[in-house]
């Protein structure tokens, strides 16, 4: 039988995919060892190419590290962004906490957990981004303050007689909850004894939402009461 003839490759497609490889390479190794314990040899050699094929693609390590996050960042943001749409659209103007909430989260989690390995190393480096003041705050203000503002004006809706304070501490609350739990650490794994899993997305999306929207809920009422009775009038 005879066989069928391969059409060459264009150059355009091999260079695509061997961008995608340094990619994915450079991804993983900062999600492990961050931006600067990261060499562009190190991308090179897990690679297994030399270091010049990376200054053909790129500018230097910020350039990598940059597209690196320009890759998936736009992802998350967008399906978060239009969850947030529908869900305020559903809501007819009622929103709810929890259900805000669950637009934004669930809709992350679901991407992180059923995206790939890729996805599992950028959970992971974006947990280091939200927890570096030296060289993730910046990244994580350009990229994700817009669909962050987003939930926090449906949160308002759902919360008009919270102070606007509290509802920004409460997202600062969640956004360690998130990105801890995207990190995949593992350590609630050891300290449950194997009850609870780092890697059960299903488990933490049955919680997160529901514990943060009653977080919210009491923080606000509390916060509330004690400014009563701190009122000269109390």
Known sequence: MTQPVRKP???AEQRA???EQLLD?????FSQHGLHGVTIKDIADKVGVHKSLIHYYFEDKQDVFD?????????TSGRRMDALDAYEQAA???????????AFLDTDLDTYSTGGEGWRYFGALSAQLNNTPAWGAEVMDRLFDPVVLRLISLLKQALPDCAEEDIFW???????????????TGRIDHLSGGLCQS???EAIKARMATFMAHGFIGM???????????APDG
């Open 220 to 230: 606000c009422q509390s916060r509330a009461a004690q400014r009563r009775l701190a």
């Open 9 to 11: 490759r264009r150059k």
């Open 25 to 29: 390479a450079a991804e993983e190794l």
């Open 199 to 201: 890697d059960d997305f």
């Open 17 to 19: 995919e061997s961008l």
């Open 170 to 184: 409460g997202y600062h609350f969640v956004t360690g909850a998130l990105t801890l739990s995207l990190a995949r």
């Open 67 to 75: 597209k690196v996050m320009a890759r998936r960042a736009p992802v």
């Open 92 to 102: 007819g103007g009622k929103p709810t906490v929890e259900g805000a909430l669950r």
